[in-house]
């Protein structure tokens, strides 16, 4: 069974950075494209970015493109999300999920998921 862990979540104030870590365990973390997707109240889970399997290529969002950096540590099965320049409008619950596929921006094309970490940025 294949388990994503997310954590770094928190308060920040608009202008400020965090970093978030998920911990993928149960699988073979080299073989899942890797995909950061957030979640603000009363709307619909949205994509943020993805990473390929070797971390070589990524794709973002228009709305987080040149902010936020997806990387990866396979021998740590751990993919990451530096968030700089935070906004109010990046106030979300983030979440990781992993694809054994092709990279996809779609929430319906991944079959694992964490549980989510709150990410609230203060204006």
């Known amino acids: 069974q294949v388990q994503l862990v997310e954590s770094g979540g928190g308060l920040v104030q608009a202008g400020g950075s965090l970093r978030l870590s998920c911990a993928v365990s149960?699988?073979?973390?080299?073989?899942?494209?890797m995909g950061w997707f957030r979640q603000a109240p009363g709307k619909e889970r949205e994509f943020v970015g993805r990473i390929t399997l070797g971390g070589r290529n990524t794709d973002y969002s228009d709305s987080v493109k040149g902010r936020f950096t997806i990387s990866r540590v396979n021998a740590e099965n751990t993919v990451y999300l530096q968030m700089n320049s935070l906004k109010p409008e990046d106030t979300a619950v983030y979440y990781c999920?992993?694809?054994?596929?092709?990279?996809?921006?779609?929430?319906?094309?991944?079959?694992?998921w964490g549980q989510g970490t709150q990410v609230t940025v203060s204006s």
């Open positions: 149960g699988g073979t973390f080299g073989n899942y494209f």
């Open positions: 999920a992993a694809r054994s596929g092709w990279g996809s921006r779609q929430v319906n094309d991944y079959q694992y």
